[in-house]
């Protein structure tokens, strides 16, 4: 055996770079789904907006 060539791992798990990929994804979602989530459930649907009141306006005569 050459003591620079380098043996494979034979593990099952993937390496780290792929977990932290997928928990870089995780927290991406999360951050753009959480506060459309968070805002979505603030604001109601049964809320009723008031119509503007029209208001004659004043002629200024001199």
Known sequence: ???GSIQPANSSEPPPQIWGNRVGTLIALFTLIVPLWIIG???SSSLKVAAPVA???QILRK
Do not use: C, E, N, V
Request: no cysteine; aromatic share 12%; hydrophobic share 20%.
């Open 41 to 43: 459930s603030y604001s």
């Open 55 to 57: 208001q004659p306006m």
């Open 1 to 3: 055996m050459d003591s």
